[in-house]
């Protein structure tokens, strides 16, 4: 069963009550929206949205005993503005981005998110549309993929690692290409041992680039904060730097009332401050829980307030 991450900090965060909205847009296995649909009872609402089709049939029987308090839609969340009015979804109380992958999802071999157990070079978070890591592997010019796996994975080795990927194409297989890369670091010099596998870094950039995951969260961000009414709470949760950089700098952004550059005299931008900066410095999981769920301990949760007109 997938553990949700930091699931009591969220339920803090949002304060989920009856008659609330939620929109959960990244439902995965529910554990979220099941402990923001208990805290809401009787009358809360959550809307979740999730672009894996599989992770949604698992929370939608998950999630059943909720009946209608509960709306799930098969959608990437940077079509959050889109849906919501489609669907005549109110403005919201609360809102979570979980933006981790599921357990299921790494623990699936046929999803090729891993490389702990072979299996097709796929990464797609929505098996039905988009480029898979393999055609990306395989097709890219070398260059092209040096900076992508620099860019993606702020891996150092990018260049020498691309290198021996074109000369091992074409690739298939997650084991494959995390072959290719461990021969690729073990070659060069001056090469540190790390406590991670020399693959992470490469894998993780695959998966950002085959999702636009960064590219998504871009989108979102500020659909997100049109969605709430005043008062309402913004809750993201990050799991890599490139990620909490994009949240960080957005919040700091939407918090301030003048974005001009500092040396510039008379304020000219006329940007007003949308949000209230909740959490200073990001929640991190705690000892105990990282203890219990190995996979939180790169979790950030930073959460804003619509500022009230």
């Known amino acids: 069963m997938h553990e949700p991450v930091l699931l009591e900090e969220v339920i803090t965060a949002l304060q989920p009550q ?7 847009g990244t439902v995965g296995a529910g554990g979220h929206a099941f402990a923001i649909l208990s805290e809401s009872a009787p009358d809360g609402h959550l809307f979740g949205f999730d672009q894996d089709k599989s992770a949604l049939a698992f929370a939608k ?4 005993q909720f009946g209608d308090r509960v709306y799930l839609l098969h959608s990437n969340f940077d079509q959050l503005s889109r849906l919501t009015r489609q669907h005549q979804i109110p403005l919201a ?11 299921m999802q790494v ?11 072979d299996g097709p070079l796929d990464m797609r978070m929505d098996k039905t549309a988009g ?5 990306l592997v395989n097709q890219l010019p070398e260059s092209e993929l ?18 021996a990927i074109v000369k091992a194409r074409p690739l298939r297989r997650t084991g494959e290409l995390a072959q290719v890369i461990a021969q690729a670091s073990r070659s060069g010099r001056g090469r540190k041992r790390s406590r991670i596998h020399p693959a992470t870094r490469t894998f993780q950039a695959l998966r950002i680039a085959v999702n636009d995951e960064l590219g998504a969260l871009e989108r979102t961000l500020p659909q997100a904060i049109e969605l709430l009414k005043p008062e309402g709470r913004l809750a993201v949760i990050s799991f890599h730097s490139l990620e909490d950089r994009i949240v960080k700098q957005f919040f700091r952004r939407e918090a301030q009332d003048c974005i001009c550059p500092p040396d510039q005299p008379v304020c000219t931008c006329r940007h007003k401050a949308t949000i209230r900066i909740i959490t200073k410095r990001p929640i991190m999981p705690s000892l105990a829980e990282i203890d219990s769920n190995p996979r939180a301990r790169s979790a950030k949760l930073r959460v804003v307030e619509l500022i009230r007109e």
């Open 131 to 135: 480029q898979t890591a393999a055609e």
């Open 107 to 117: 623990d699936q071999p046929e999803r090729g998110f891993s490389f702990q157990a």
């Open 93 to 103: 109380n609360g809102i979570l981005l979980d933006l981790g992958l599921s357990s």
């Open 146 to 163: 040096a900076d992508l796996i620099y860019q993606y994975g702020e891996e150092r080795h990018s260049r020498r690692i691309a290198r």
């Open 18 to 24: 009856s008659g609330g909205v939620y929109i959960d």
């Open 61 to 64: 029987q998950r999630l059943s």
